[in-house]
């Protein structure tokens, strides 16, 4: 199976049974088991590739250049991790379907569960450090779901809160250090990366690469001083925590940390940042975990302190540590995903998980007693289970390592660790198991059906038998993914067995359990001590980071961001022309060099039409209707200026977009205020008047500049100019531009013109289904109305001139291509032409007539422009190539075509439904039911008879 | 002619500034339709100046064109200007019919306010 596949099953998995759901629990879960039944078929299939010591990949080149290349692989490490995630992925699967009540919504979990599943598998997969980043973050989004699954209870939603927050920000830094990684190598393959362990340890830049990703990981595997998130997780469903953290989630961190190991370790600074911190990770774990009462808190923090060995094993930098390291990812996964799933039964049965509140349940429950014994035998590290072969190795490994010239401190501090390991493993089995039987259970427990418990004892199993055949069933899989670790194939010498002999090791081991013993017997004496002493509550500290950093944003925002707009519009202002004047002192400025145009008469003419209306603008602003007259003046002068300086195009389309803006304009100015009052001080208006002053002056000087001198670089134009004809096809190079050459942008456009009209759309359609319909149903206008609604004249006029209009706009279209034209001005003219028939004859009488819905047109628009463009695929050209030639047809004289006259009409249809849908949206607003006229033209002299018949038969009736 | 255009540009940059400073929304969309001109001729004026030159091909004689690419961008940026002005002026319609203010400042936590300026 592809990687590809395996890697997208479980998101195509998700759908399933939150849709399945309906059909009953059994089938939600069962989907979800199918699902990552056939992954993990799919990646069993390339176990004897990987088993060879064969690379499986799937490569899919995305963005080459920017190095975002969908590059997958699977090697040992990930074939260890994968098997993991899926194959205890389906074991929690099945607890989760027996565990989970009635009320909690079982689809939902499972579609949580596969869209994690499928991050982690993503992240064990890639052999792309972006793609890598990107599962990276969606495991932080995914356990954020699993996490507060449970949404009524608030140590949920704090604990899935806490949780991303940590390795969200966690995440955050490791993008930065991959970053720097990628530069570093100059690619941001995997396969690229591994290879160049020299040339990133001698970069300058190894260190602050090192410590961001090793802050993702540590965050992601909570080490300590992040450890803190991990226990509050625990207010997720125990299915969840069995996941999360035993293969899952935080061993991601261990995960990253091995697959750099390559490059990574080997330093000082990776042995002194890692190693410490792992040790320190796995003592403080211990100790905390053997003070916990909770039954999943005493598992959490034992979880941390076995993320915290591992953690140190790799630290160590030796290869023997890091198939230690390995060794202790598979063995960890069993017991403790068994331990979880245990707890979660005796919780589910006896409705406490406080250690306090139980004990003597052995006979109740045998089934569960032997699953959750064998599991904490094996964390305390007691042959013949598999935590014991490990913990051994590591053992073994911190008498060999020297922490600053001391040779006994990590192996003093490892023992240390291994006793509270062994006493809080002890307490588990004797405070919950053994001990006399009780009669207040706050109910009274019994083993549960065979579907939660066989999970947990198909891990038991395994805890069983990887202890005593350690070699037959792992060996091989530890040798692949070690060696995938260390980056050779050649391991050092090792040996997964019971018996080593009379070790240092074994001594330890042997002090740890007797002395683990020794501490569970006085368990009560410490815990008063542990309760006397003082120690910092990571969740009220984090509780008050967290507050801090909102009551600073939070101000920031205030003050940056108060709702007082035009503050912000003079902020905007003056910075800008700030900025300019810093640009304008600080560059220099060459001579003119342009001789300038003449000025005769009639441009002065037009320039004092447009200055004065935009001051008379400035003067009676107050006056609105006033001021719309005045703004359409300096609409028709720019226009004209338009044509008078070479650019015929945009006159017609400044022209007919002034129209209809205007009409715009004039409908919203129905419904709004027909003055503004004055509301600003003096001094501010003076203030305002001298920015604006400023920012005219500078923009003015600017442009006069930018006129009076050339280019100071060749210009693309000439390549537009000279092209235009044999590559687009059309003489009118503007229109060739927007359809040919900058076709991609226009299409841009004419989708954004689009959503603008479904924005004003949805607007309407928002407001009017509030009381504001109410409202405007009994507005009275402003103005008297005239006494005709419809007057006859130009509804007969505008009658006469639709097909008039319509057929300029065909003109203006169809030789676009060549003169001035084109699909927007078209677009735009048979917009009025349709407008005018709504201004003349009224809203009801058009709408009746209308034909097509405006949705439609501007859908049709960029559909058919997107299918112009994907037509060139079919050519082998890339999207948007366009293509031309000449027709003849005998009774005419020869034309030519284009397919960008497709593409034009595409925008024809999207221009034209935007500007209707714009207009009809806001004459909605004026519909009231008494001006509704039926007849626009009503002249009919047959209907006024038959509206008497119909008053004769009302009287009559 | 530059001089004018310039000027025009500055005028309407001024006067649309001004207006966008206001602080009820028809003088702000004015305003904005006024900046609206001044930046589409400022677009435009960036390909010079040039008196019949228009940029259509001619077969028959071999005559000065002027740039075509500020054009073809201006035409674009006229036509996407009405549909933001459309926009705004629904977003303001629709505010106002809502809430009978045409305030374009928040109030309600309008904590620093440019002394004694309110109305």
């Given at each position: 199976?592809?990687?590809?596949l ?9 759908v399933?049974?939150a ?10 879960a069962?989907?979800?088991?199918l699902t990552?039944?056939?992954a993990l078929?799919g990646l069993?299939i ?20 920017l190095g ?5 692989m ?8 994968a ?7 389906l ?15 079982m689809?939902q979990?499972?579609?949580?569960l596969?869209?994690f ?6 992240i064990v997969?890639s052999?792309n ?8 973050e969606?495991?932080s ?14 140590e ?14 966690g ?6 250090g ?15 990366i ?20 090793l802050l993702?990981?540590?965050t ?33 961190g261990l ?30 774990g211990?100790?905390i975990a053997l ?11 034992s979880?941390?302190?076995?993320l915290g ?19 202790h ?11 979880f799933m245990?707890?979660?039964i005796?919780?589910?049965?006896a ?6 509140r139980l ?10 007693f ?7 035998l ?8 598999n935590g014991?072969l ?11 390592t020297?922490?600053n010239?001391s040779?006994y401190l ?9 006793l ?7 307490r588990?089995?004797?405070?919950v ?5 009780r009669d ?10 065979a ?7 198909f891990?038991?199993?395994l805890?069983v038998?990887?202890g ?9 899989l530890?040798a ?8 050779s194939e ?5 040996s ?16 740890a ?5 020794f501490?569970?017997?006085?368990h009560?004496?410490l815990?008063?001590l ?14 008050a980071?967290i507050?801090?950093?909102t ?15 035009s ?6 202002i ?19 060099t342009r ?15 447009l ?15 006033l ?11 720019v ?6 300086l ?5 006159a017609?389309t ?6 209809v ?8 100015l129905?419904?709004l ?27 003015g000087?600017?442009?006069?500049a ?30 060739v531009?927007l ?11 004419i ?12 607007l ?10 109410a409202?405007l149903?009994?507005?009275?206008p ?6 005709d ?6 509804v007969v006029?505008?009658?006469v ?23 927007f ?11 005018m028939?709504y ?9 009746e007539r ?10 049709w ?13 079919f050519?082998?050209?890339p999207?948007?190539t366009s ?5 003849h ?16 009409t595409?925008?024809?249809?999207a ?6 849908l ?24 047959q209907?006024?008879e ?6 004769q ?5 | 002619m530059e001089?004018l ?10 006067a ?5 400073l ?8 004015l305003g904005l339709?006024?900046l609206?001109?001044?930046v ?7 390909g ?6 228009p ?10 064109y ?7 961008l ?14 705004i002026?629904m977003?303001?319609l ?8 045409d305030?374009?400042?928040?109030t ?12």
């Open positions: 199976m592809s990687l590809f395996i890697a997208a099953l479980p998101f195509l998995g998700a399933f049974p849709l399945l759901i309906r059909a009953g629990r059994n089938v939600a069962s989907s979800a088991g990552t039944f056939l078929a069993l390339h176990i004897p590739t990987v088993m060879r010591g064969e690379l499986v990949t799937a490569h899919f080149d995305w963005i080459p250049g975002l290349n969908a590059h997958f699977l090697d040992g490490l990930g074939l260890l991790f098997s993991l995630i899926l194959g205890i992925g074991l929690i699967i099945l607890y989760a379907r027996f565990y989970l009540t009635r009320e909690d919504p689809g979990f499972y579609s949580y596969l869209l599943q499928g991050a982690m598998l993503g997969l052999d450090i972006l793609l890598l980043l990107i599962f990276w969606l495991t989004l995914s356990s954020f779901l699993l996490i507060g699954y449970w949404k009524h209870l608030p949920g939603r704090q604990g899935a809160r806490m949780a991303l927050a940590v390795t969200g920000s995440g955050l830094a490791m993008i930065a991959m970053l720097i990684l990628g530069h570093i190598v100059g690619s941001y393959d995997l396969s690229d591994l290879q160049n362990k020299e040339l990133i340890q001698s970069s300058p830049l190894y260190l602050p690469a090192l410590i961001l990703i993702g990981c540590f992601k595997s909570a080490q300590f001083p992040f450890h803190f998130w991990l226990p509050h997780a625990m207010a997720a469903p125990t299915p969840v925590s069995a996941y999360l953290h035993s293969a899952t989630m935080v061993k991601a995960f990253l940390m091995a697959r750099m190991w390559p490059v990574l370790a080997g330093t000082q600074e990776w042995f002194y940042i890692v190693a410490t911190t792992g040790l320190l990770t796995m003592l403080i211990a100790v003070m916990k009462d909770d039954l999943k808190a005493l598992l959490a923090f979880t941390v302190s076995h060995l591992i953690t140190m094993l790799l630290g160590f930098g030796t290869e023997i540590a890091a198939v230690a390291a390995v060794f990812i598979i063995n960890h996964a069993t017991f403790k995903a068994a331990l245990t707890a979660g005796v919780d589910h049965e409705h406490t998980r406080d250690i306090k004990g003597g349940l052995r006979h109740l429950m045998p089934v569960t032997t699953i959750g014994t064998i599991a904490a094996s964390m305390a590290g007691i042959p013949p289970f014991f490990s913990k051994e190795m590591m053992l073994e490994e911190t008498v060999h020297v922490w010239n040779h990590v192996p003093g501090l490892a023992l240390i660790a291994a509270f390991s062994a006493a809080y493993s002890f588990f089995i004797s405070h198991f053994l001990g006399p039987q207040d259970y706050p109910t009274t427990p019994h083993d549960p059906g579907g939660m418990w066989l999970a947990p004892a891990l038991v199993v805890v038998a990887i005593l055949f350690s070699k037959a069933i792992v060996g091989p530890v692949i993914a070690s060696s995938a670790v260390i980056g050649d391991l050092p010498y090792y997964l067995k019971l018996w080593h002999g009379f070790t240092p090791a074994l001594y330890m081991s042997i002090i359990v007797i002395g683990g013993m501490l569970l017997g006085f009560g004496y815990e008063r542990w309760n006397a002493l003082p120690r910092p509550e990571a969740k009220t500290i984090f509780d980071v507050g801090a950093m009551a600073l944003s939070r101000w920031i925002t205030d003050k940056l961001h108060n709702g007082v707009i503050r912000y519009a003079v902020i905007f003056a910075f800008t022309v700030g900025l300019g004047y810093y640009a304008f002192s600080t560059g220099s400025i060459g001579v003119p001789i300038p145009l003449p000025a005769p008469i009639i441009p002065i003419i037009g320039w004092i039409c200055v004065g209306a935009t001051l008379a603008i400035m003067y009676f602003h107050r006056n609105r209707l001021s719309l007259v005045l703004i359409g003046v300096v609409g028709l002068i226009s004209m200026a338009f044509n008078y070479s650019a015929p195009d945009l017609l400044q022209i007919s977009v002034e129209t803006s205007m009409i715009l304009l004039l409908l919203s129905n419904f205020p027909t003055e503004t009052p004055w509301d600003s001080s003096a001094r501010r208006r003076w203030r305002d008047a001298a920015i604006s002053v400023v920012a005219g002056l500078g923009t000087g600017l442009i006069y930018l006129m009076m001198r050339d280019f100071a670089f060749p210009t693309i134009s000439d390549f537009h100019l000279a092209n235009s004809y044999e590559g687009g096809g059309g003489t009118n190079v503007v229109n531009i359809v040919d050459f900058r076709g991609f942008d226009t299409f841009g456009e989708i954004v013109l689009g959503i603008a009209a479904l924005v004003i759309f949805s309407t359609e928002g407001v009017l289904a509030t009381k504001v319909r409202y149903l009994n507005r009275k402003h103005w008297p109305q005239s006494g609604a419809h007057p006859m004249m130009m006029v505008t009658r001139m639709m097909p008039i209009a319509l057929m300029v706009g065909a003109y203006i279209f169809f030789r676009g291509h060549n003169q001035p034209g084109g699909g001005i078209a677009g735009l003219i048979v917009a009025i032409a349709f407008l028939q201004m003349a004859s009224g809203f009801t009488w058009a709408a209308q034909r097509f819905y405006y949705h439609a047109t501007i859908g628009g960029v559909l058919i422009a997107a299918a112009t463009g994907l037509g060139a695929w050519n082998n050209k999207f948007l293509d031309f030639g000449y027709l047809w005998p009774p005419l004289e020869e034309f030519e075509w284009a397919t960008a006259m497709l593409f034009d595409g925008v024809f249809l221009v034209l439904g935007a500007v209707m714009a207009l009809e949206s806001l004459s909605r607003f004026a519909w009231q039911p008494g001006i509704a006229q039926e007849h626009a033209m009503d002249i009919n002299p209907r006024e038959e509206d008497a018949e119909e008053t038969q009302e009287k009559e009736a | 001089a255009v310039a000027s025009a540009v500055g005028v309407l940059t001024a649309g500034v001004f207006l966008i206001r602080r009820r929304t028809f003088p702000v969309i339709s006024l609206t001109y001044a589409n001729i400022f677009l435009f004026a960036t010079r100046l040039a008196l019949n030159a940029p259509v091909l001619n077969k028959y004689a071999d005559v000065p002027t740039d075509p690419l500020p054009q073809a201006v035409l674009t940026a006229i036509v996407i200007s009405f549909g933001m002005t459309a926009v002026v977003i303001a629709s505010a106002y019919l809502s809430t009978k203010n305030h374009i400042d928040m309600a936590h309008e904590t620093v306010d440019e002394a004694g300026e309110d109305a």
